[in-house]
């Protein structure tokens, strides 16, 4: 049952990356584009509300290879759509941000000074980079 939700959410993914794809990238999750406070606290919603619904290693590795390339907005558009997936957005914004940090501490990229910006305007400045070429 775990998996099924998270291959809606992959399938919608990949559908809705093309639209997401930045023209001119101004930074990547390589960035340092979150804190290591924001991914914590990231962590604390995943334990009180995705664990639910999703296991842990759901979020690591090739399972975020569609998102290669697109923003984090776009990503975020999606998360905050379609989960919960008994109450999707219900979260406040900043929780789902907090939640990509985790995403993306999970993945290896780095973790700065700064957290990452809850406004769209900002999350559509950044390009997750999955890997290095």
């Not at 999703?54 to 759509?81: E, I, N, Q, R, S």
Request: aromatic share 6%.
């Amino acid at each position: 049952m775990k998996r099924r939700g998270g291959i809606v959410a992959v399938s919608l993914a990949a559908a809705l990356c093309a639209s997401a794809r930045a023209e001119e990238p101004t930074r990547t999750t390589r960035d340092h584009v979150y804190t290591t406070e924001q991914a914590d606290r990231g962590k604390d919603i995943y334990k009180r509300v995705c664990s639910q619904c999703h296991a842990l290693d759901f979020y690591k590795g090739d399972v975020m290879k569609p998102w290669d390339g697109a923003t984090l907005d776009g990503l975020y558009d999606v998360v905050a759509t379609k989960m919960p997936q008994n109450n999707p957005g219900s979260l406040k914004r900043r929780e789902y941000v907090d939640v990509l940090a985790y995403i993306l501490s999970l993945n290896g990229m780095p973790a700065g000074e700064e957290d990452m910006p809850t406004k769209a305007s900002g999350l559509k400045g950044i390009v997750i980079k999955w890997r290095t070429k």
